[in-house]
């Protein structure tokens, strides 16, 4: 089986909405993304229920199947961290409009290619777009957190296809001759 992944995937964690207060009137949050064996943490934001981050984490995509989880935790000094609630990132609404490859060169700028909504199999608290915009595909979301009394994580996906990656697109999406 080939253990080269299909690509990488940018999760841009923008910031917190109305998250938990797990200290005496604040809290200390982070985020937390796990894929697989790969795990990524940014950074404390202090005494903020409303954090903003603007934080990219690349993580390797080996199998789109495999669940991306984004746990929110409350910083503590002298005790374990608070968990705050946590989040599935359903990709694949956006892996799919990946695959439609060249057919989005003559889409304009800020084109929605689809619209995703809310349901009970992903975590989304509004509808989500999957947008073309200057050669690329973006997907913005905002993310419901479970196992918590209230909060949100807004976060955008952008998806890269380096050396030594399979590749999820048609062939020859970029636009630029292959350098063999």
């Known amino acids: 089986m080939d253990q080269r992944p299909l690509g990488l995937l940018t999760i841009h964690v923008k910031r917190g909405i109305n998250l938990a207060i797990r200290d005496h009137r604040s809290s200390d949050p982070y985020v937390v993304i796990t894929v697989a064996d790969q795990t990524l943490k940014t950074r404390v934001v202090k005494k903020n229920c409303n954090p903003v981050w603007n934080e990219e984490m690349t993580v390797a995509i080996k199998d789109p199947n495999v669940p991306i989880r984004l746990t929110v935790f409350d910083w503590d000094k002298f005790t374990g ?62 993310l419901r957190l479970n196992n918590v009394e209230c909060g949100e994580i807004e976060v955008m996906l952008e998806w890269h296809e380096g050396a030594g990656c399979r590749g999820i697109t048609s062939k020859g999406v970029g636009g630029g001759s292959s350098s063999t």
């Open 81 to 142: 961290d608070d968990k705050m609630g946590d989040a599935n990132l359903d990709i694949q609404p956006y892996l799919e409009s990946l695959k439609m490859g060249m057919e989005l060169l003559r889409l304009p700028n800020g084109c929605a290619i689809k619209r995703v909504q809310p349901s009970r199999h992903n975590c989304l608290s509004d509808e989500s777009s999957i947008v073309w915009n200057n050669g690329k595909i973006t997907q913005d979301m905002i």
